[in-house]
């Protein structure tokens, strides 16, 4: 079946250092690529998200790119900081939003 | 708003006991969600629903069930808990149409001994 796989498991960085989370999927009907934050003890929430006819988006320190030749796309944190210290999560879905996999998660740590 | 709400927010059952969950939006979102997250393994899709009086099964259906009697509920069963259903559950909605983002209740813990 369908998967998403997100690596790495852990990720530790010093403050104002850049993080970077790689996730490939394997249905190649997935069209839209949403990230979530989860701190801990609290819900998901969405951080960003790029569509498929988009190959990079950027919101501030975080910003998205996306391969879908190779079925890639990546998270990358730049100028982290301790309040960036949470899961993440990547996930793909296809435009109607309701098949959605998630990848297993990305525990980051930023040291101060 | 409150956005998505979940209650219980923490149970413990017995083995073999029953319970439902109740998830209820109010943002008039079509689709509606419920998730478990395990350490190590993310959030897998239980059941999910397109609309009032639809459900379909996930990733890891077995062992629960769901109804969608209205538009802004919908509620996951455990008909006889196992201790595999240890776990954080999750309930979430979003908007009918393309590229729409999920929006998280605060997750419900629930512990089978």
């Known amino acids: 079946g369908e998967n998403v796989e997100q690596h790495p498991s852990t990720l530790s960085v010093q403050e104002g250092d850049s993080a970077v989370i790689k996730c490939t999927y394997s249905?190649?009907?997935?069209?839209?690529f949403p990230w979530y934050k989860q701190e801990l003890g609290k819900r998901p929430q969405l951080i960003i998200d790029?569509?498929?006819?988009?190959g990079e988006k950027k919101d501030q320190r975080i910003a998205v790119t996306l391969n879908k030749t190779a079925k890639h796309f990546s998270l990358h944190i730049t100028e982290t900081q301790p309040e960036d210290s949470a899961v993440y999560f990547c996930?793909?879905?296809?435009?109607?939003?309701?098949?959605?996999?998630f990848g297993a998660g990305t525990r980051l740590f930023v040291k101060a | 708003n409150a956005g998505v709400t979940q209650t219980p927010k923490f149970r413990v059952l017995k083995t073999g006991q029953s319970m439902t969950l109740l998830c209820a939006q109010d943002m008039n979102h079509e689709y509606m969600y419920w998730y478990r997250q395990d350490p190590g393994m993310g959030l897998r899709l239980i059941h999910y629903s397109v609309g009032e009086g639809t459900t379909a099964k996930g990733e890891v259906p077995d062992g629960y069930n769901v109804s969608r009697l209205k538009k802004q509920n919908f509620l996951l069963g455990l008909e006889s808990a196992a201790p595999s259903q240890t776990s954080v559950y999750f309930c979430?909605?979003?908007?009918?149409?393309?590229?729409?983002?999920?929006?998280f209740g605060d997750g419900t813990r629930l512990s089978i001994l």
């Open positions: 249905d190649s009907a997935s069209n839209y």
């Open positions: 996930a793909a879905s296809d435009a109607g939003g309701f098949k959605t996999i």
């Open positions: 979430a909605s979003s908007y009918l149409g393309l590229y729409q983002p999920q929006h």
């Open positions: 790029i569509r498929s006819n988009v």
